[in-house]
Structure formats: C-alpha cells, structure tokens
C-alpha cells in the first residue's frame, strides 16, 4: 500500500513565503514523475509545478516564484512558494508516478493541504 503526505499549508500574508512538503511510503519500487497541483473554490484542478528525470516544469503564474524539487532518497518533493500572491490560494495536492512492489504503476494523490494568501 502506498500514500501520501503533504504538510507545509497555512495562513500567510501576500508578499510572504511556505513550504510545502510531500512524503510517499508503502511498498514503492521506484518513484518518477512527482508534481503539485492546486484547487480553488469553483476552479478546475492545476498542475502547478512537476519534476521528473527530464527536469521541472511549472505553470506561468508562477514562474519565478515556486521552485519544486525533491530528495529521491526519501521519497520526497518539495514546493517552496515565495512572494505568495491571493489568488494562490486553494489546496494544493502532491501527485506521483509510483511503481509498487508488485511491479504495478499508478498514480497516487495526496489528502491536500490548505494555503491561504491574505491581501
């Protein structure tokens, strides 16, 4: 069984920074592709940042402020959001591409945590 654990969300005043943490564990055989996503009240989900063999990727509105990165060690990614901005508010969600012990490759989603950006 593999999960997900994100902590790092709270309440933060606009122009200030958080950091999000993501910890997969279970019976994992190797992790590839490893991603945040946000979700806004009445919004669509996004991919926010991702990281992969290839490199990171991230979405326009906030390159330059997020940087994604992660410890292959630990099975961990990391989102550090700086100079926040309200509408990066929502709750943000880790995604990975995990092949289990059984040789089966899924994707997996975290339980999200909550980042608040007041103006």
């Known amino acids: 069984q593999v999960q997900l654990v994100e902590s790092g969300g709270g309440l933060v005043q606009a122009g200030g920074s958080l950091r999000l943490s993501c910890v997969a564990s279970?019976?994992?055989?190797?992790?590839?592709?490893m991603g945040w996503y946000r979700q806004a009240p009445g919004k669509q989900r996004e991919l926010v940042a991702a990281i992969d063999s290839s490199g990171t990727n991230y979405l326009d509105s906030v390159k330059g402020r997020f940087t994604i990165s992660r410890d292959n060690a630990k099975n961990t990614v990391y989102l550090q959001m700086n100079s926040l901005k309200p509408e990066d508010t929502a709750v943000y969600f880790c995604?990975?591409?995990?092949?289990?012990?059984?040789?089966?490759?899924?994707?997996?989603w975290g339980q999200g945590t909550q980042v608040t950006v007041s103006s």
């Open positions: 995604n990975a591409r995990i092949r289990d012990s059984y040789m089966r490759r899924n994707d997996y």
């Open positions: 279970g019976s994992i055989l190797s992790v590839s592709a």
